[in-house]
């Protein structure tokens, strides 16, 4: 069974869209979670999820790695190929 | 605004106290909240702490945005001795709600690097920490609940109370009915109750080890750390029951600052008690050395928790009562082999 493609920044940029119900365009590769797209605790554990959900192992211990979209996608990125 | 560093807090007690009012001021709106950051309490509650990795503050630039204690202690359970810290004072500026996911993966990793067997909670029911514990930790961590813990209070400045919380003509009217607006008067009794003194404290250490044999989760206490909790200028106080010229009883309580938009006021919470073989009567006594001791601090009314590590009977006699607001004490376990889930005694303070 092969991996399924990772997804491309833009399906990744348009699915955490919906997710935290804001536009598309405010979710570039340098916004910020907290800071800039205003993301409470349970948002915040919400991204983590759904992260998870998508295959990708992240400890807790290590959520503060994931401060910006950019930041989700690498690692994102390294663990969808890896 | 930009990226937030997670590093060890830079003791800026002002900083964290003025951060924490904005924050919970904001959230809390007309109601009353305990400010476990008054500097002078922060102080005393950090005096044991012996590491700065325990304290943790989330920056933007030099700017305190979030904090967390891990305050170290040693508890015993069950006849055995355990590491234990109380994570207390989660706090985040408005803007940064989200850092506080932040701050509690780096007490996970910094409790794994102390080798604490497990991290205690007081989580205040439907407020957002618990929706976080509730939605997304408890099902993925070893998070248990101990018990769920509610006040019983006696007021000693009644008329403050009513304008501080904002009391219905029903509730205020409840409370008369119920006596806890009136004084607790001491009747006649053979010993003495007085203010705790230095002399007290050997006395006092081995009235605390009797419940680590009686009770569930008990902290343990070192003579330097008693001392500091019994009496600490401004912040802590003891009164004690003096028979036949030794310590047989003790109440010891910490002055909070209950604060609103309409204000601030002090309150008593007893924290630690000891009355073991004092009759009703010396155990009213002692309750009324408390009632005098908060009103001569300017506390305008004594609160306790169930923590029911001693009989409340002579509370309820003295006329406290309930007050609906809940706690869940929590416990988040490192010890593969350690449950306290539903525990229903504990010696320890709730912070």
Redesign the interface.
Same mark, same amino acid.
């Given at each position: 069974m092969t991996r399924p493609e990772p997804l491309s920044f833009e399906a990744f940029q348009a699915m955490l869209a919906d997710l935290l119900k804001v536009d598309v365009a405010q979710v570039t590769p340098e916004a910020y979670f907290i800071t800039d797209l205003g993301l409470d605790s349970i948002r915040m554990l919400e991204i983590l999820l759904c992260l998870e959900e998508m295959g990708i192992e992240l400890s807790l211990e290590l959520a503060w790695r994931i401060q910006t979209v950019g930041d989700a996608y690498c690692y994102y990125q390294q663990q969808a190929t890896w | 605004?930009?990226?937030?560093e997670?590093r060890d807090f830079d003791g800026d007690l002002e900083a964290l106290s003025a951060m924490a009012r904005d924050s919970w001021l904001e959230e809390y709106g007309e109601d009353t909240w305990p400010d476990l950051y008054r500097p002078a309490l922060a102080r005393h509650l950090f005096a044991d702490v012996p590491d700065p990795r325990f304290l943790i503050g989330a920056y933007?630039g030099a700017k305190l945005v979030a904090f967390i204690a891990n305050l170290p202690r040693i508890y015993r359970f069950n006849g055995e001795t355990y590491k234990g810290v109380a994570s207390c004072m989660m706090v985040?500026h408005k803007? +940064?709600?989200? #850092? #506080? #996911? +932040?701050l509690?993966?780096?007490c996970?990793?910094r409790n794994?690097e102390f080798g604490a067997d497990f991290a205690l909670m007081t989580l205040e029911k439907k407020h957002?920490?618990w929706?976080?514990f509730e939605? +997304?930790?408890k099902p993925?961590?070893r998070v248990e609940v101990l018990k769920t813990m509610f006040p019983i209070l006696h007021a000693v400045d009644f008329e403050r109370i009513v304008e501080s919380e904002n009391l219905k003509w029903y509730e205020v009217a409840a409370i008369k009915i119920l006596g806890a607006h009136r004084p607790i008067t001491a009747p006649s009794v053979s010993g003495a109750v007085r203010p705790y003194s230095d002399a007290d404290l050997a006395e006092i250490l081995v009235l605390t080890k009797r419940y680590s044999d009686q009770n569930s989760l008990v902290r343990t206490f070192d003579e330097k750390s008693l001392a500091r909790r019994l009496h600490t200028e401004d912040v802590t106080s003891t009164v004690v029951y003096e028979r036949g010229g030794t310590v047989a009883g003790f109440i010891n309580f910490t002055i909070y600052d209950m604060v609103c938009k309409r204000g601030s006021n002090r309150w008593a919470w007893i924290d630690f008690l000891y009355w073991e073989g004092l009759s009703g009567k010396e155990k009213k006594a002692l309750l009324a050395g408390l009632w005098e001791a908060s009103r001569e601090q300017d506390c305008i009314g004594i609160l306790e928790w169930n923590k029911n590590y001693y009989a409340k009977g002579a509370l309820f006699r003295s006329h406290f009562i309930p007050y609906p607001r809940f706690l869940e004490l929590t416990a988040w376990i490192f010890d593969p082999a350690l449950s306290l889930q539903g525990i229903d005694n504990a010696f320890e303070q709730v912070i």
């Amino acid at each position: 069974m092969t991996r399924p493609e990772p997804l491309s920044f833009e399906a990744f940029q348009a699915m955490l869209a919906d997710l935290l119900k804001v536009d598309v365009a405010q979710v570039t590769p340098e916004a910020y979670f907290i800071t800039d797209l205003g993301l409470d605790s349970i948002r915040m554990l919400e991204i983590l999820l759904c992260l998870e959900e998508m295959g990708i192992e992240l400890s807790l211990e290590l959520a503060w790695r994931i401060q910006t979209v950019g930041d989700a996608y690498c690692y994102y990125q390294q663990q969808a190929t890896w | 605004m930009g990226r937030i560093e997670i590093r060890d807090f830079d003791g800026d007690l002002e900083a964290l106290s003025a951060m924490a009012r904005d924050s919970w001021l904001e959230e809390y709106g007309e109601d009353t909240w305990p400010d476990l950051y008054r500097p002078a309490l922060a102080r005393h509650l950090f005096a044991d702490v012996p590491d700065p990795r325990f304290l943790i503050g989330a920056y933007d630039g030099a700017k305190l945005v979030a904090f967390i204690a891990n305050l170290p202690r040693i508890y015993r359970f069950n006849g055995e001795t355990y590491k234990g810290v109380a994570s207390c004072m989660m706090v985040a500026h408005k803007d +940064y709600r989200g #850092v #506080v #996911v +932040y701050l509690i993966a780096e007490c996970l990793r910094r409790n794994e690097e102390f080798g604490a067997d497990f991290a205690l909670m007081t989580l205040e029911k439907k407020h957002r920490s618990w929706f976080m514990f509730e939605r +997304y930790l408890k099902p993925n961590y070893r998070v248990e609940v101990l018990k769920t813990m509610f006040p019983i209070l006696h007021a000693v400045d009644f008329e403050r109370i009513v304008e501080s919380e904002n009391l219905k003509w029903y509730e205020v009217a409840a409370i008369k009915i119920l006596g806890a607006h009136r004084p607790i008067t001491a009747p006649s009794v053979s010993g003495a109750v007085r203010p705790y003194s230095d002399a007290d404290l050997a006395e006092i250490l081995v009235l605390t080890k009797r419940y680590s044999d009686q009770n569930s989760l008990v902290r343990t206490f070192d003579e330097k750390s008693l001392a500091r909790r019994l009496h600490t200028e401004d912040v802590t106080s003891t009164v004690v029951y003096e028979r036949g010229g030794t310590v047989a009883g003790f109440i010891n309580f910490t002055i909070y600052d209950m604060v609103c938009k309409r204000g601030s006021n002090r309150w008593a919470w007893i924290d630690f008690l000891y009355w073991e073989g004092l009759s009703g009567k010396e155990k009213k006594a002692l309750l009324a050395g408390l009632w005098e001791a908060s009103r001569e601090q300017d506390c305008i009314g004594i609160l306790e928790w169930n923590k029911n590590y001693y009989a409340k009977g002579a509370l309820f006699r003295s006329h406290f009562i309930p007050y609906p607001r809940f706690l869940e004490l929590t416990a988040w376990i490192f010890d593969p082999a350690l449950s306290l889930q539903g525990i229903d005694n504990a010696f320890e303070q709730v912070i």
